[in-house]
Nanobody, 116 residues
Framework: QVQLVESGGGSVQTGGSLRLSCVAS????????MGWYRQAPGKRRELVAR???????WYADSVKGRFTMSRNNAENTVYLQMNSLKSEDTAVYYC??????????WGQGTQVTVSS
């Protein structure tokens, strides 16, 4: 089992930026696929971005060009740089890991609120 702890959430105005961090422990980080999900009230959880062990990345169309995911294997940490934030980005953001695809283990989540 992998333990994940997110941080970096908060409140920001439209157009602002936030950087989320996720620290992993309990497994070999460099062998894990990682992902960021988000869930807004009353909505289904959705995959925002993911990164492979070879640093290949994928982004949802809704965040492409605005969000950037990266990993630092030496620090067992994954990041999500969020720029040009919109009100529709408001959600609880979750870090997730998996052997081949994220979704096996989850963090507690960090709240991101974007106001107009």
């Amino acid at each position: 089992q992998v333990q994940l702890v997110e941080s970096g959430g908060g409140s920001v105005q439209t157009g602002g930026s936030l950087r989320l961090s996720c620290v992993a422990s309990g497994s070999f980080f460099r062998d894990l696929a990682m992902g960021w999900y988000r869930q807004a009230p009353g909505k289904r959880r959705e995959l925002v971005a993911r990164i492979t062990i070879s640093d290949s990345t994928w982004y949802a169309d809704s965040v492409k060009g605005r969000f950037t995911m990266s990993r630092n294997n030496a620090e067992n940490t994954v990041y999500l740089q969020m720029n040009s934030l919109k009100s529709e980005d408001t959600a609880v953001y979750y870090c997730s890991s998996g052997k081949r695809f994220p979704g096996d283990d989850w963090g507690q989540g960090t709240q991101v609120t974007v106001s107009s």
